[in-house]
Nanobody
Framework: QVQLVESGGGLVQAGGSLRLSCAAS????????MGWFRQAPGKEREFVAA????????YYADSVKGRFTISRDNAKNTVYLQMNSLKPEDTAVYYC?????????????????WGQGTQVTVSS
């Protein structure tokens, strides 16, 4: 079992930055690929970014490429999402997720564990 707890969400003006953190329980964190997803009201949960177990491979949605950076610290059992140049359309609840697969995946159905989410609101 893996438990995930996100933090770092909040209200920010357009153009601003936030860093989300996701702390994982368990001693096998380094065995999991990790992902970030988001869900805006009335919309499907969508892929944002993912990182392989080693951190050597990362993937991004086109909508955030060049603005967001995913990283992980396996010694701290934590994955991060640095979000820069935020736009109002980035407003959503952000979820971190873990998958047994060592390689990152962009498909939400391939993730095995989910956090409770953290709200990010970007004002114009």
């Amino acid at each position: 079992q893996v438990q995930l707890v996100e933090s770092g969400g909040g209200l920010v003006q357009a153009g601003g930055s936030l860093r989300l953190s996701c702390a994982a329980s368990g001693r096998t964190f380094s065995s999991y690929a990790m992902g970030w997803f988001r869900q805006a009201p009335g919309k499907e949960r969508e892929f944002v970014a993912a990182i392989s177990w080693s951190g050597g491979s990362t993937y991004y949605a086109d909508s955030v490429k060049g603005r967001f950076t995913i990283s992980r610290d396996n010694a701290k059992n934590t994955v991060y999402l640095q979000m820069n140049s935020l736009k109002p359309e980035d407003t959503a609840v952000y979820y971190c997720a873990a998958t047994y697969r060592p390689l990152a995946t962009t498909t939400k159905y391939e993730y095995d564990y989910w956090g409770q989410g953290t709200q990010v609101t970007v004002s114009s």
